[in-house]
């Protein structure tokens, strides 16, 4: 069974799409869409643009979308999902992808998701962190005792490694701790405290952009982060869409979950390359590869 994935915020980079825009005249048609959609010209900060461009949340949530899904419908009939799923901002296009809602409603939602989280971060200084070499239950035990700052397991990517998030503060004490107890902690490039409590109020912004929007039930089911399940009602993608601003992405776990529902192929579809490794670190022996 084929499981097709779709990356998150980080996977950016300059060029990104540029093969697609040139190479086929229907995947040109839906980029230019898009810029008319978004109100200006992505296209030209993804493919010449400059890595600080793509590291603008407004930018670079709906230039990683519009890479994925795009190749998604440029595979065409070579796209044939058993289940899908995405990391973070890929849940977004693993629901277009598999037919959950129209291209033109997902690029809106991704707009507002992402302008509603750029609000967040310049509201309140926060970061992300990744922690490497130990065990999840020991990150948990470290965040849940800085009890006067916010800081929270946000990502749950494969075994090993953890991202944490909160304010810049919080953060920092629980790197310090992560060094003590002989881990490793690298951080993160990013605007600001994602899937965290403090991306509440862009979960609050984001619900009446989600309730307007038509959800059709899925082509395949869809591996949501808030639980690693499997779900097609369109009621439940919408409520669980929502719940993803403020909880961890259980990534491993969603992982597992398509291994024991029969996945055999993981199937990256857009930039980069960093599920495939997520994938392998759960089973290294896993058939994982990109669509490009």
């Known amino acids: 069974m084929k499981a097709y994935v779709f990356p998150g915020q980080g996977a950016q980079f300059v060029g990104m799409g540029k093969n697609l ?3 086929n005249a229907d995947c040109r048609a ?4 898009a810029n008319e959609i978004i109100g200006f010209r992505i296209t030209d900060l993804m493919f010449a643009g400059t ?9 670079t949530q709906p230039a990683i979308f519009l890479h994925s899904v795009i190749l998604a419908k440029y595979l065409g009939e070579g796209f044939r999902p058993d289940m899908v799923g995405g990391h973070s901002l890929g849940e977004f296009s693993a629901l277009v992808a598999a037919g959950a809602m129209s291209f033109e409603d997902g ?14 971060c310049e509201k309140t200084p926060s970061t992300m962190a990744a922690v490497l070499k130990l065990d999840d239950k020991t990150v948990e035990d470290i965040c849940a005792a800085i009890a006067d700052e916010v800081v929270v397991p946000a990502n749950y990517n494969c075994p090993g490694q953890l991202v944490i998030s909160g304010t810049n503060e919080g953060v920092a004490r629980a790197c310090e701790r992560v060094k003590e107890a002989k881990g ?9 405290a994602f899937h965290s409590p403090l991306m509440e109020p862009a979960r609050v912004e984001l619900a009446e952009a989600i309730e307007k929007t038509t959800f059709c039930r899925p082509v395949c089911p869809c591996y949501q982060n808030v639980d690693a399940m499997p779900h097609s009602d369109p009621a439940e993608i919408k409520q669980n869409l929502l ?3 403020t909880s961890p992405v259980r ?6 979950h398509m291994m024991a529902d029969g996945a055999t192929e993981f199937i ?5 390359t960093a599920l495939q490794g997520m994938v392998k670190r759960v089973d290294p022996e896993a058939n994982a590869h990109s669509a490009e």
Request: glycine share 10%; net charge positive; hydrophobic share 45%.
């Open 107 to 120: 690029l809106r939602l991704v707009i507002a998701r992402a302008n509603a989280m750029q609000k967040c």
């Open 251 to 256: 990534w491993t776990a969603t992982v597992q």
């Open 243 to 245: 719940m993803q601003l």
């Open 30 to 33: 839906m980029f230019e869409k």
């Open 268 to 272: 990256e579809v857009g930039p980069g």
């Open 21 to 23: 825009y040139d190479g």
């Open 51 to 59: 890595p600080e461009d793509l590291k603008q949340t407004r930018v």
């Open 184 to 192: 490793k902690a690298l951080p993160l490039a990013v605007g600001g």
